[in-house]
C-alpha cells in the first residue's frame, strides 16, 4: 500500500523538479511545503495517498486565480478550501505561496504584495497537505501539533473530520460561508455556524444574522431536525461542549466513502457523496428541502417559485434583474430594479400620472411589515401612497399593513398560505388597458393625417379592447391558461395527424405552436360537465406549476364534444417506453433513481402543496413522461374531477391499469391521496426492474412480481430485484432504500402507507426506513397465481363503481 502510493507522488516530484529546474523554485517532498520554498504556476502539493491536492485553480476558466484544495482523484475540480477567496491573482506563474520568515504561509502576487495570509505563528517552518484534505502548519515535519490548520478556518465546506463551532474564550467561530456564485468563491451571503443566540444547534443563516433553518437541538446522540444523523450507519455525529469550545464534527465509518457538507451559492445546506458507479456526486440530503426558504434568495423584488419552471426566481411585474450577469449563474442576490422610477406625489411632473398598485395574487407575503392597523382599502393604499419609501400594502390579520424600502422572500403560493399584495409601481409600468389605447392613438396620430388614419384608429382600438378583453376574462378566470378554438388546435396538429398515444380519456396529439413550441393536444372523451365547472376545473389545473407535473398550457371548450387539453410536450415519451421495451435506450441506476426521486415529488406536490389536495388515482409508468434531459413529469393529474363520476369505471375497466390499483378501490372504501402511495409503490417496483408488475410476462415466469419483490426486500436481497440488463450497476445503500419504501407504499392497511412527503425525505436520506412487513394480500396472490385478478377476499369488481373519487 504504501509502496503503491509513493509511485505517484515520487513521480510528480520528478515531473515539477524538471518543470521548474531552471526556476529557483523546488520543492523537496510532494506533500508539503517547507520554509525557503515556494509554490507557483501549476505546481501543486499531493497528499501523501494523493487523495487530494493543493495549489492554484481558476473557477470555470475565470482568469481569476486562487489557491485551493480539491480531490486529486475524481474528475472535474470539485475544491473543498479556498485560502484568498476573496483578492484572486490574475497570473499564477510570477505569484508565490510560502511560508514567510514571521511563521506565516502567505500569498504574493505578481508584484510581491501578500494578499493572503494565515496568521503569524512563531517557529512556523512546513505547511502539509494531509490525506484528510485539511492544510496545516507545523514547527517541523516530525511534529503533529498544529500552529495553523485550514479544518479551523473552513469556507463553503465541511469535511468529515473538520468541525463547526465556536472557541469560548476568543470568540471564534468555524462556519461556512457559501461561494458567491460558481464561478466566484468570494463570500456570498449564505452560511452555515453554531446557532450565535448560544443554544446547542446549527443554524443556516442569510448574511450572519436572519436565521432560515436550524438542525434542531443536540439530544445527546443526534440533532433532532437531522433524523439522518440519528441510525445512519455511516455518519457518526459528535457534539462536544466544554470550557474552551463548543462544536460538531463527523466522521464516516466507512473510508471508501467519499462525502463533504456544502453550503451552496444558492443558500442550501447540502451533504453530497461520491457515486463511483456513475462519476457523479449525488445529494445524501438537503437543507432546506424546500428551495424557497432560503432566505431572500430572489434578492429585493425577485419571487420564488413563480410561473416559470426553468428558474427558481424571476423578477415581480415591472422589475428587471439587477444584474442579467449574476442571475445567469443563479445568483440572484442582487435582486431586481425597477424599470422606471417612482414618481412620487410630484405633482409638477409633466409625465403624468401618479404611482399605481399591481394586485398580486396568492403571494407568500414578506415579514416584517411596517404595520398601520388602518382598515378600508382606500386608507391602506393611501397610507402607503403618502409615503415615497412604501412598495407595498396588503390586508394581512385583519389590518392594513403597509412595507417600506426592498421587499425580499416574495414568493408565489397556491394554497391559502398567501393574500394578495399590492405592489407599488410607476404608472407606466402598470399593465393597464387605458395606458395601452392613449399610447396607440399617440402613435398613429403623430405619423399621419385622414380618413384612413381614422379608421385605423378604430381598428386597433377594436382590436386592442377586444384582446384587452378576452386578456382580461381570461386572466380572471384561467390565470395563465390560453383559451383554444377547435380550430386553432386542428390547425396547430396538422388536423389531428400525428398520434402520440391514447388512454381511457381520450387521444393524445402532437402539435407545433406559432412560435414553434412543441405541445401535447388532449382530447377528452366523456366528460360531462357543464361549462362552468369545467372551467374551474381546467383552470385549477392550470395553476399547478411544479417542474416534475406536465404544464397545462391552454385548453379548448366548444360544447361537450369538443374539449382538449393542450400541454407541454415531452421529447422523451412516457418512463412505459423505456422500461419494457428492449429497443429504447437503456436507463441506467442514477437515472431511474431521479425518475423515482422526481415522481415522489410531483405526487407529494400534489398532495400536500396545491391549494386543494389533488388525488391522481391513475398513477403508473404510461403517467409518467420525460423530458430532454430524462427528467420525470407526471401527466393526466387532475382527470379524475375532469372527467367526474365515471372515473373509477373507467379506471377499474381498464386493462393495464389493474396492477396499480390499491386494495380500496376493489373494496369500495373512499379513496384517499393513499391509492397514489400504492400505485407509486408498484410503479416503483417496475421502474427497478424494468419489468412489468402483472405476470404475464414472456419469459414464463407468471408468479405476480411485486410480491416476489417485497419478499427481496424483506429477506435484503434488494440487488436481485435490479434489472439485470444494469448487471449491478447501482448504489446498494440507495437501491435498498428505494425498495423498503416501496414495499412500505404497497401496504394493504392505508395507515401503513408512508404520506408522499415522508417517501420524498427517505429517498433523499433524511428519513430513515425500517424493514417493512409483507403485505398480506399480496401473499394471497402469490398462491393463485392470477395477477389480473386483484379482487380479494369476496369482494368482487363490480363494487369499484362504489368507489368515490373525492
Ligand atoms: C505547467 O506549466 C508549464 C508552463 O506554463 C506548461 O508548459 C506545462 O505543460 C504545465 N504542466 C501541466 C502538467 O499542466
Ligand atoms: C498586488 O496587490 C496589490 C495590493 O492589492 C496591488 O496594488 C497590485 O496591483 C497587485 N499586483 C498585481 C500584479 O496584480
Ligand atoms: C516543535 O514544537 C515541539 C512542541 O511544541 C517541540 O518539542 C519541538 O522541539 C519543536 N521543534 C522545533 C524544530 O522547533
Ligand atoms: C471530534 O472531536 C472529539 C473531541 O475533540 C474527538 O475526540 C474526535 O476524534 C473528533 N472526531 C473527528 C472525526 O475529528
Ligand atoms: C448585511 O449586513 C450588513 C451589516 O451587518 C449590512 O451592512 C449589509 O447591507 C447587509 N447586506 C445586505 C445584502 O443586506
Ligand atoms: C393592530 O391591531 C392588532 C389587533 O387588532 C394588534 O394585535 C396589533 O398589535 C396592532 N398593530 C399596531 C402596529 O398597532
Ligand atoms: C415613511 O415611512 C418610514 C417608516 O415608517 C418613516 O421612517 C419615514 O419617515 C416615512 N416618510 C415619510 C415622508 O412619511
Not at 6 to 20: E, H, K, N, T, V
Not at 677 to 694: C, D, K, L, P, Q
Not at 695 to 704: I, Q, R
Request: glycine letters at 8%; charged letters at 20%; a negative charge.
Amino acid at each position: 500500500m504504501a509502496a503503491n502510493s509513493r509511485g505517484p507522488c515520487y513521480f510528480a516530484s520528478i515531473m515539477l523538479l524538471i518543470f521548474f529546474l531552471n526556476t529557483n523554485l523546488s520543492l523537496a517532498s510532494s506533500d508539503s511545503l517547507s520554509l525557503g520554498q515556494s509554490l507557483s504556476g501549476n505546481q501543486t502539493l499531493i497528499s501523501k495517498d494523493a487523495t487530494f491536492a493543493l495549489g492554484f485553480f481558476s473557477p470555470r476558466d475565470s482568469g481569476k486565480f486562487y489557491i485551493g484544495i480539491w480531490y486529486n482523484e475524481l474528475p472535474g475540480q470539485t475544491v473543498i478550501w479556498v485560502a484568498n477567496r476573496a483578492s484572486p491573482v490574475s497570473d499564477p506563474a510570477t505569484s508565490k505561496l510560502q511560508i514567510s520568515d514571521h511563521g506565516d504561509l502567505v500569498l504574493l502576487n505578481s508584484s510581491g504584495t501578500p494578499i493572503w495570509s494565515t496568521e503569524p505563528t512563531p517557529k512556523a517552518s512546513i505547511a502539509i497537505l494531509l490525506e484528510t484534505g485539511n492544510l496545516v502548519v507545523r514547527n517541523d515535519s516530525n511534529s503533529d501539533v498544529n500552529l495553523w490548520q485550514s479544518f479551523a478556518h473552513p469556507t463553503d465546506t465541511w469535511m468529515p473530520g473538520g468541525w463547526l463551532g465556536v472557541n469560548k474564550i476568543t470568540g471564534e467561530y468555524q462556519s461556512l460561508t457559501s461561494w458567491k456564485n460558481p464561478e466566484d468563491p468570494a463570500p456570498g451571503l449564505f452560511g452555515e455556524s453554531m446557532d450565535p443566540d448560544g443554544s446547542n444547534q446549527y443554524v443556516l443563516l442569510w448574511n450572519g444574522s436572519q436565521i432560515y433553518w436550524t438542525s434542531g437541538l443536540w439530544t445527546g446522540s443526534y440533532f433532532s431536525n437531522v433524523p439522518g444523523t440519528r441510525e445512519s450507519t455511516v455518519f457518526d455525529f459528535n457534539f462536544i461542549d466544554n470550557k474552551q469550545r463548543k462544536f460538531a464534527n463527523y466522521t464516516i465509518n466507512d473510508k471508501s466513502i467519499i462525502t463533504r457538507f456544502v453550503v451552496d451559492s444558492e443558500g442550501q445546506g447540502l451533504q453530497w457523496y461520491w457515486l463511483s458507479s456513475t462519476q457523479q456526486w449525488q445529494t445524501e440530503f438537503t437543507q432546506p428541502l424546500n428551495h424557497c426558504d432560503v432566505y431572500s434568495l430572489c434578492g429585493p423584488f425577485g419571487i420564488c417559485g413563480a410561473q416559470s419552471t426553468e428558474s427558481v426566481c424571476t423578477c415581480v411585474e415591472g422589475f428587471v434583474p439587477t444584474s442579467e450577469k449574476e442571475w445567469a449563474l443563479n445568483d440572484w442576490s442582487s435582486g431586481c430594479s425597477r424599470k422606471s422610477q417612482l414618481r412620487c406625489g410630484s405633482h409638477d411632473n409633466e409625465q403624468g400620472k401618479e404611482d399605481g398598485f399591481l394586485e398580486m395574487p396568492n403571494v407568500g407575503l414578506p415579514a416584517n411589515p411596517m404595520s398601520r392597523n388602518v382598515s378600508g382599502d382606500s386608507y391602506c393604499r393611501e397610507a402607503c401612497l403618502k409615503n415615497c419609501s412604501c412598495s407595498a400594502y396588503a390586508f394581512a390579520g385583519g389590518g392594513c399593513s403597509i412595507w417600506v424600502g426592498e421587499l425580499r422572500n416574495l414568493r408565489q403560493v397556491y394554497d391559502d398560505g398567501g393574500g394578495n399584495l399590492y405592489l407599488r409601481l410607476a404608472a407606466s409600468d402598470i399593465p393597464s388597458s387605458s395606458n395601452s389605447h392613449k399610447k396607440i392613438i399617440a402613435v398613429v396620430l403623430g405619423s399621419a393625417a385622414g380618413v384612413v388614419v381614422i379608421l385605423l384608429i378604430c381598428f386597433s382600438l377594436l382590436l386592442a379592447y377586444r384582446r384587452k378583453k378576452r386578456a382580461k376574462a381570461l386572466l380572471k378566470i384561467e390565470t395563465s391558461l390560453t383559451q383554444f378554438s377547435y380550430g386553432d388546435l386542428q390547425r396547430i396538429t396538422k388536423n389531428f395527424s400525428e398520434k402520440l398515444g391514447s388512454g381511457g380519456f381520450g387521444s393524445v396529439f402532437k402539435g407545433r405552436l406559432a412560435n414553434s413550441a412543441q405541445v401535447a393536444v388532449k382530447t377528452l372523451e366523456g366528460v360531462r360537465q357543464g361549462e362552468k365547472q369545467f372551467r374551474a376545473e381546467v383552470s385549477t389545473l392550470g395553476a399547478i406549476q411544479h417542474v416534475n407535473l406536465v404544464k397545462l398550457h391552454g385548453f379548448c371548450s366548444e360544447g361537450q364534444n369538443r374539449r382538449l387539453l393542450v400541454y407541454e410536450h415531452m421529447p422523451n415519451g412516457s418512463l412505459n417506453s423505456h422500461l419494457f421495451h428492449d429497443s429504447s435506450s437503456e436507463l441506467d441506476w442514477r437515472q431511474r433513481f431521479q425518475i423515482i426521486l422526481g415522481i415522489a415529488r410531483g405526487l407529494a406536490y400534489l398532495h400536500e402543496e396545491c391549494r386543494e389536495c389533488i388525488v391522481h388515482c391513475d398513477m403508473k409508468p404510461d403517467n409518467v413522461l420525460l423530458d430532454a434531459d430524462f427528467n420525470p413529469k407526471i401527466s393526466d393529474f387532475g382527470m379524475a374531477k375532469l372527467i367526474g363520476r365515471d372515473f373509477s369505471r373507467v379506471l377499474t375497466t381498464m386493462r393495464g391499469t389493474i396492477g396499480y390499483l390499491a386494495p380500496e378501490w376493489i373494496s369500495g372504501q373512499p379513496i384517499t391521496p393513499k391509492v397514489d402511495v400504492y400505485s407509486f409503490g408498484m410503479t416503483v417496483f417496475e421502474a427497478v426492474s424494468g419489468r412489468r408488475n402483472t405476470g404475464n410476462s414472456a419469459d414464463g415466469d407468471a408468479a405476480f412480481y411485486p410480491s416476489w419483490a417485497a419478499k427481496g426486500v424483506i429477506e435484503g436481497r434488494a440487488m436481485s430485484l435490479l434489472d439485470h440488463r444494469l448487471e449491478g450497476a447501482a448504489d446498494l445503500e440507495q437501491l435498498t432504500r428505494v425498495c423498503r419504501v416501496a414495499c412500505w407504499c404497497i401496504q394493504d392497511m392505508e395507515d401503513h402507507r408512508p404520506a408522499m412527503g415522508q417517501v420524498v425525505q427517505v429517498l433523499e436520506g433524511i428519513l430513515d426506513v425500517s424493514m417493512p412487513p409483507f403485505p398480506a394480500s399480496l401473499e394471497n396472490m402469490m398462491g393463485n397465481q392470477q395477477p389480473s385478478s386483484m379482487s380479494h377476499g369476496e369482494k368482487n369488481e363490480n363494487e369499484a363503481t362504489t368507489a368515490s373519487v373525492s
